[in-house]
């Protein structure tokens, strides 16, 4: 069955930087877009970055020129680099994949940026 296993969340200092990782299982990984959500308390799931099969990647506006999402199709990883974190990067980052079984989520890591 299709699984995602994110980890590296934890709590930085504005201005730092976390490294959140997926690893993917169950499906043919090199075939899939990929895909980093993220949500606040409060605030609706939100899509953060996604990357297609061959590495072109798209941004949300918040995040452009601080993420970095990267994929490694042979290791079935997925990554998000993130720098110049804010206080309002903080939430639980989702890794998602979408196929014929919709909608895959892992268990979420939790990012806390704060002083």
């Known amino acids: 069955q299709v699984q995602l296993v994110e980890s590296g969340g934890g709590l930085v200092q504005p201005g730092g930087s976390l490294r959140l990782s997926c690893a993917a299982s169950?499906?043919?990984?090199?075939?899939?877009?990929m895909n980093w959500y993220r949500q606040a308390p409060g605030k609706q799931r939100e899509l953060v970055a996604t990357?297609?099969?061959?590495?072109?990647?798209n941004y949300a506006d918040s995040v452009k020129g601080r993420f970095t999402i990267s994929r490694d199709n042979a290791k079935n990883t997925v990554t998000l680099q993130m720098n110049s974190l804010k206080p309002e990067d903080t939430a639980v980052y989702y890794c998602?994949?979408?196929?014929?079984?919709?909608?895959?989520w892992g268990q979420g890591t939790q990012v806390t940026v704060s002083s």
């Open positions: 998602n994949v979408r196929g014929v079984w919709g909608d895959k």
């Open positions: 990357i297609s099969p061959a590495g072109s990647t």
């Open positions: 169950g499906f043919i990984f090199s075939i899939r877009p």
